[in-house]
Structures are given as structure tokens and as C-alpha cells.
């Protein structure tokens, strides 16, 4: 199974072959995605701006900090890509921008392990599919791909959406309301028990933000945390071994930042 690492992660070695290759990899973005390659593994990442084309870049290095390559340069057609790429189940590379399009609101896209057949699959419109993808996306249980978009929707407090791997089947499974919590950030998760989970840098009553679930279909959407006014999630979740979720925000003491840990149900939370 690939898996995801802080970009923080690479060793001080890398330190030069960074400083040598800032015009490609200005403001790179969350994750680091491990594909196999022989004895290596490849790392794969997004950077949000620069590069060849000054839109961003999809590049690729091995784990030893050699052959950094840039595999796409992104155009004015689709820029400002977000967040970490995912390798589906069908062996292609799938990632979310969050500008461009015919409407400026976003796309995804999917291209090959080598860096060929870049393809978009799914431009946003604001008022029915949501605006500025945020996160990455994830591959559910199902089959299908999840994600979600900061703007837009019906309520325009952003939405919550999944399609097939060939982009059909585009479907917004939540739009949010300020009632529910705005602005969904980071990629969502999907636990151990199916459900998906997520945060939103909006609260309700002015509150911080919240922390969510909802089932596959859309079903059963609840919030099992709202934050006080200080405390704002940055990032999405993860699930832990011992079955709890763990995340990220703002405030805390001096205003430093919080980890806090809660179960699925929303009990036993603490930071």
C-alpha cells in the first residue's frame, strides 16, 4: 500500500538538491506520495506556484534525494494545484488544482507514474460542485473518490463530493452550511468503521471550527466536535492504531497550536 509522508521528512542531505531546483519546487505542498521504483522508492509531490510554467509543478525524486525530476508543469488552464497525490487503485496518480478551469474554480486531475497522459477529468462550478479543492483525495473503500472543495454549494460554505476514477459519476454527497460547519480543509478519512471524517476551519455561533462525520452516500452527516473561537483545524485527521482520531489546530497556550485526540463518536477529547 503507498503511503503518505510529511514533506519535512526528507533527510538534511536534500538540502542542496532543494536549494538547487527552487525555480521548480517554489511552495510545495503537503505530502510526499511513495511509489515503488526497483530498489527505491519514487517520491511524489505538488508544488503550488513557479515552475517551468509558473502555475506549479507535479515532480518526482528518488528517496535517496536524487534524480529530482519535474514530471508536469501545470499552465494558466489549471494551476495552483493542493494538497498530496494520490496512486488509486488503478495504478494512475490523481491530484486536485485549486484555480482554473472555465470557470476558475478548480479541477482534477490524474496522470500516469511517469508523468504522461496528464488528463482532467472534472472541472468545478461554483454554485453546483463546490470552488478551491483543498486537500487531496482519497480512494474509499468502494471504489470511488472522495474529496472536498472550501467554497461554494448551495450554501456556499463548501461541499463534499465523489466520482468514479474516470471522473464520471461526479456527485456533491454534503453541501455544507454555515449551521454545519464551513469551509471543509485538509483531505478527508475514512475510518476504520466506514465512515468518513473531516474538519472545517468554520464553526457555527462563531464558533472555531468543527470536526465531522458522514457516511459514504452522504447519510448521516454529524459533527462530533465543535472547537471554541480560538481554535481553528489546520490539516486534516488521522485514525490511529488505537482507534482514535488525531488532528491539529490553532490556539492552545501563548496561541502555539493544539493536538488533540477524540474519538469517532466524538468522546474523550482532549489535547
Known amino acids: 500500500m503507498n ?10 542531505s536534500c538540502a542542496n538538491l532543494a536549494m538547487s531546483c527552487l525555480w521548480a519546487i517554489l511552495l510545495p505542498f503537503c505530502c510526499l506520495l511513495t511509489t515503488p521504483s526497483l530498489a527505491q522508492e519514487v517520491l511524489w509531490g505538488l508544488t503550488s506556484a513557479a515552475g517551468p510554467k509558473g502555475a506549479g509543478t507535479a515532480f518526482s525524486l528518488k528517496s535517496t534525494g536524487t534524480d529530482f525530476t519535474v514530471e508536469h508543469a501545470f499552465s494558466l488552464d489549471v ?11 488503478d ?15 478548480g479541477a482534477i486531475f490524474k496522470l ?6 496528464f488528463t482532467v ?33 448551495s450554501g456556499d460554505a463548501g461541499t ?7 471522473g464520471s459519476e461526479f456527485r456533491v454527497i454534503k453541501n455544507n452550511l454555515f449551521i454545519d460547519g464551513a469551509s471543509p480543509i485538509g483531505s478527508l478519512i475514512q475510518g476504520s468503521d466506514g465512515s468518513l471524517y473531516g474538519v472545517t476551519v468554520g464553526g457555527i455561533n462563531s464558533s472555531g471550527g468543527t470536526v465531522f462525520k458522514l457516511s459514504t452516500d452522504g447519510s448521516g452527516f ?28 490553532t490556539g492552545g497556550t501563548n496561541l502555539s497550536g493544539i493536538i488533540f485526540t477524540l474519538s469517532a463518536d466524538g468522546s474523550g477529547y482532549r489535547t
Open 3 to 12: 503511503r503518505l509522508i510529511p514533506s519535512f521528512s526528507l533527510k538534511p
Open 121 to 153: 477529468i472534472k472541472y468545478f462550478t461554483r454554485s453546483t460542485d463546490g470552488a478551491f479543492p483543498t486537500g487531496g483525495l482519497i480512494e474509499a473503500s468502494d471504489g470511488y473518490l472522495y474529496g472536498q472543495a472550501m467554497f461554494g454549494g
Open 79 to 89: 494551476y495552483s494545484p493542493t494538497g498530496s497525490l494520490l496512486q488509486a487503485s
Open 222 to 249: 454529524r459533527l462530533i466536535k465543535t472547537f471554541a473561537a480560538a481554535n481553528i483545524p489546520v490539516g486534516g485527521l488521522i485514525e490511529a492504531s488505537d482507534g482514535y482520531l488525531y488532528g491539529q489546530a
Open 112 to 117: 500516469a507514474p511517469d508523468g504522461s497522459e
Open 91 to 105: 495504478g494512475y496518480l490523481y491530484g486536485m488544482a485549486n484555480s482554473g478551469g472555465p470557470t476558475n474554480n
Open 160 to 166: 463534499i463530493f465523489k466520482l468514479a476514477l474516470d
